[in-house]
């Protein structure tokens, strides 16, 4: 059992602790935005952000939560999530959406730590490599976009 504190709500759940955030979210708190990619850690498609720096879900332990502040991409908010939203829509970075959730969380917190990244800096800092779509020229042109558009 323990009490997580989700998009600022705090939130009981009687699991193992040493259950994956990703499947606590996902089977136990049906929070779906979260997407299971490999499992492993390499993918990226389940990042969160934990006490606001992206975090893959798979390879978090509920037993090393402790009092961290989980934010998933139902509850990505501020001025970073709404120039990326916006940017993401202005250049269509959308193809097949499954891994756009965890390039949002990943590219917010990019932004929240580095308001005017370079392309070295999005590279970096973007976990998700399952997209097959290939967008990923639009979505580092999004978070240019974004980066500028954020107010000061």
């Not at 709500?9 to 708190?29: F, G, I, K, Q």
């Not at 756009?100 to 730590?113: G, T, V």
Request: net charge positive.
């Amino acid at each position: 059992m323990g009490t997580l504190n989700i998009n600022g709500r705090a939130v009981t759940v009687h699991v193992e602790p040493d259950m994956p955030l990703l499947w606590v979210l996902r089977c136990e708190l049906g929070m779906t935005g979260t997407k299971f990619g490999c499992g492993v850690g390499i993918c990226g498609a389940c990042t969160v952000h934990l006490n606001d720096k992206a975090a893959l879900a798979c390879q978090t332990l509920m037993s090393s939560l402790n009092t961290q502040k989980i934010t998933t991409i139902e509850g990505m908010q501020g001025a970073e999530a709404q120039a990326l939203k916006a940017a993401w829509l202005d250049l269509d970075v959308v193809q097949c959406g499954y891994c756009q959730s965890a390039q949002l969380m990943a590219a917010c917190a990019l932004l929240k730590r580095t308001p005017n990244p370079t392309d070295a800096d999005i590279d970096a800092a973007m976990s998700n490599i399952v997209c097959r779509c290939g967008t990923y020229p639009r979505v580092r042109a999004a978070i240019h976009q974004a980066a500028k558009r954020r107010p000061a």
